[in-house]
């Protein structure tokens, strides 16, 4: 098992370097000058503009760029963002916590609603309830997120008035964030109604960016128990006269769920990176938001920092994800 | 006696919630819906107005001040100011008992002095200052504003006196004077960080003399400040003032509609007739600070010829634009600055939307059969020009018959302003908002031989034009000064540089509870003087 995790460790520096010279090459290729962008329609004299550029490092040839930029990151200085001049890490970790709060929650909604829902699918092949998720699940994965949230809020929190319409918390309630996580801070806190507003707040955003992830969890699941099903084991299974609950949850489940859980990693790394829209439509203050915005800004640092915090978190939840096979299904682990 | 004590606790905890309640009631606290996260909270390091409203707006003074909501100059940490004759010497009187804000991170020793206003200004002219580097030490504005190299000394006479000495004499001084750049900040405070030496925290965690006290920050949710109880000017009418940042219009319109903000900036133009006709929402309009134009190349062919930019202008149906583009919310310009700005020229004739005579004076510039041209339409949206595309489509339409065919052109946005600073455009639409009020805030910035190569987009460089806004900018007397900036607006019509589109109309939606909200010309929000209905 040890190691099955260094070699599978061992493959995430290959990705690890990708990641970086992807991301330098793609957001030096498109155009934009951080310098212009900051003048607007002022202008900017051509010898400030220069040395401004100086400043920045951006004078020097891109490859020279890209070598001090990785140098740095061995370093664990990504750097300081053009926009707001704060150090990207300290960036990242401020926002972090309210994505990690989101997703965290998207998940656990996708996952309680679309387990469930693709077992019963699969068991129930063909009936209309099995229509019905099939259905539902095809909806709610071609929803374009942005009006999707949109049509919750004015239904939700416009027209009903059940749940908030954006943000983390009650304008009017002040409380101290310590942790980032609004949940727990304001468990803490002395404000009455913290909690249960922040809880209030976390309905909808996370509805919205569970709904994909939902859909992609209960169409998989359906169609691994429906290969699952048809399997011999699962036939002995039945001929030993073992119960039907058994059956499902014991013999079937456990190996319908290897792809379940590939799929729930990479949803979880989509969440991670692509809550943009659920954050922004929702003015949730993750780190989706501030990367599109810095895009936007062409603000270097903060596009590359941001994506190499967030793909370096999803290679190791894939390297986690990997063990999980090994832990759930022995073979993979001797057959690598 | 158990379920006694158990009543009278509960009873006792009831009645505390309830006081809660009431003392939260009476507590007024005003949540502004923004649009977008501060860089940082030293209104000097940056330029863009979402980081002046949540900064120099609230927190900070400067020695002048504009009135709310309008661009007329008043006293501000400077309780009055002389002019040296020569119009080189500026001697500001300070105001005395002025306090800076006590929070947690800083408890002032001292009030508002004279050393407080040297250091805010030398920290952006000086490179040897030690603050200077702080924070990026990138000062666009003060630089913007050509202060560098006007400003030669700033001097303290005593602590209530300071003298800034110039290197020539420049009119437009006291405006810049009340700009956001300008903003005072505490020098006893800017020591105690050096000291510590934690210098970039001063940037973050403000301290000034304004009608709010900075409380937190939450990057890009929320900006939280409580009514300065000793400001100077009086105590500001709310108690809390919020600021729940909210980048989607239409999630800021939603949230207003749920009570959850009680203003928001930056309606969608779409949702301004169910803004209009919501009982529960008041819709403040004005007209902005700004003017949205078509510049000319005039160093390239055939720009360069002047009855051509007149045939032009003349093809254009501006009428028709500003229905299509604006749908209501812009009126029709005829000038290079808005209407609200002193010195405006309303005896001037716009060029009358004519194709047949557009045609006859193409003919008499040599091109009777037309030519071939580009039009840059802007990639993003702003105030002045709502729909750049839109626009440059009609534009299009319109030249087409008098026999121009442009082809229309964009670029991402930050390559489509470098791109026409290198003047490669023929055509381009763009625009301004007012910085300072002052006349020559538009017309030398954007018109004056100076700016060839920077902010003068049309490349034009007209003498006698030149001539009259540089000797408007040397004399102080504004009655002299309006005679000289309505005569270059003549000039600037004749010479058809531009061809002046519109000043946008800004709307500002609201609930009903918000009293004496004041929209200001500047585009910023000040919610000094604001007071909240129950």
Known sequence: ?336 | MKWHKLVSVAGIAVLFCMLAVSAQAKTKTLVFCSEGSPEGFTPALYTSGTTFDASSRQLFDKLAMFERGTTKIVPGLATSWEISPDGMVYTFHLRKGVKFHTTPYFKPTREFNADDVIFSFWRQHDKNHPYNKVSGGSYEYYAGMSMPTLIKSIEKKDDYTVVFTLTKPNSPFIANMAMDFASIHSAEYANKMLVAKTPDEFDQKPIGTGPFVFVSYQKDSTIRYQAFDQYWAGRAKIDKLVFSITPDASVRYQKLKAGEAHLMPYPNPADLAAMKTDANINLMEMEGLNVGYLAFNTKKEPFSNVKVRQALSMAINKKAILEAVFQGSGKVAKNPIPPTIWSYNDAVKDYEYSVDAAKKLLSEAGFANGFETDIWAMPVQRPYNPNAKRMAEMIQEDWKKIGVNAKIISYEWGEYLKRSMAAEHQTLLLGWTGDNGDPDNFLAVLLGCDAVGNANRSQWCYKPFDDLIKKAVLVSDQKERTKLYEQAQVVFKEQAPWVTIAHSVVFKPMSKKVVDFKIDPFGGHVFYGVDLKE
């Not at chain 1, 300290?90 to 929650?105: I, K, M, N, V």
């Not at chain 1, 190996?255 to 379940?260: K, L, Q």
């Not at chain 1, 596009?303 to 390297?319: D, P, R, S, W, Y």
């Open chain 1, 1 to 336: 098992m040890v190691q099955f995790f260094f070699k599978r460790f061992f493959h995430v520096f290959p990705a690890f370097i990708g990641v970086t010279l992807l991301t330098f090459s793609l957001i030096h290729l498109i155009p934009g000058d951080p310098v212009e962008l900051r003048a607007g329609e002022r202008g900017i004299d051509p010898a400030r503009h220069a040395e401004i550029k100086a400043e920045m490092g951006l004078d020097k040839p891109l490859y020279v760029q890209y070598f001090r930029y990785i140098g740095n990151v061995f370093k664990g200085d990504l750097g300081k963002s053009y926009v707001t001049k704060k150090p990207i890490v300290e960036e990242f970790f401020t926002l972090f916590p309210a994505t990690l709060e989101l997703s965290f929650c998207a998940m656990i909604f996708a996952v309680l609603f679309g387990l469930p829902a693709g077992i019963i699918a699969g068991v129930k092949r063909g009936t209309a309830f099995d229509h019905t998720i099939m259905a539902a699940s095809l909806t709610g994965y071609s929803m374009p997120i942005f009006w999707w949230g949109l049509l919750m809020i004015i239904f939700f929190s416009v027209f009903l008035g059940w749940t908030p319409v954006a943000g983390r918390l009650s304008a009017i309630m002040w409380i101290d964030m310590d942790t980032g996580f609004m949940i727990i801070d304001s468990l803490r806190s002395d404000e009455p109604g913290a909690f249960r507003s922040a809880l209030s707040h976390l309905i909808l955003p996370a509805i919205v960016l569970g709904t994909i992830p939902l859909a992609v969890i209960a169409r998989m699941t359906r169609s691994s128990m429906l290969e699952v099903l048809k399997e011999d084991y699962v036939r002995t299974a039945k001929a030993k006269g073992l119960s039907g609950r058994r059956v499902i949850l014991v013999h079937a489940l456990r190996n319908a769920m290897i792809p379940v859980i590939t799929v729930i990693g990479l949803q979880t790394g989509t969440l991670l990176a692509g809550a943009i829209l659920t954050e922004t439509i929702f003015a949730w203050p993750g780190v989706g938001k501030w990367i599109l915005e810095s895009i936007g800004r062409r603000d270097y640092p903060a596009i590359q920092g941001g994506i190499l915090i967030i793909a370096t978190l999803i290679i190791f939840v894939n390297l986690g994800v990997d063990v999980l096979y090994g832990i759930i299904n022995p073979r993979i682990r001797y057959n690598s």
